[in-house]
């Protein structure tokens, strides 16, 4: 159907189908700019929708209608969850200075919204003489 070129050294693009099943959104991660892939399944061209004012995109999930995208930016300054219009219009819902992308997966009517987090946290043990 298509192919993506990525960074061998990023992590695989996130993707997602849309309501309707005509259009596969993919999330195109550059620390530089927002950029969405937008890939019709009917076989015409791919084309690309710039998120204004945002970059570092990794997770995408469509709104329920179809009309939107729910994404989310990555950078230094931490994680942003966007809803995305069609045109590349930005709306933050969500943000925190936690360098981890945190998915927002909208619920089948729409009302509500998912948001994945988790934290990393570990403990370092050292046993001598073992």
């Not at 849309?18 to 999330?27: C, M, N, W, Y």
């Amino acid at each position: 159907m298509a192919r993506i070129e990525r960074n061998p050294a990023s992590a695989p693009p996130q993707w997602d189908l849309s309501p309707d099943g005509s259009r596969i959104a993919v999330g195109m991660y550059n620390a530089n700019e927002g950029r969405i892939r937008i890939i019709p399944v009917t076989g015409a061209p791919p084309y690309d929708i710039v998120v204004e004012g945002w970059a570092g995109i990794v997770y995408v999930d469509w709104s329920p209608d179809g009309k939107a995208l729910y994404v989310s930016s990555r950078s230094t300054a931490g994680t942003a969850l966007l809803r995305v219009d069609l045109q590349g219009r930005a709306q933050r819902l969500w943000a925190e200075r936690d360098p981890y992308s945190v998915p927002g997966t909208p619920s089948p009517d729409g009302r509500h919204l998912l948001l994945a987090r988790w934290n990393l946290q570990g403990n370092v043990w050292m046993i001598e003489g073992f």
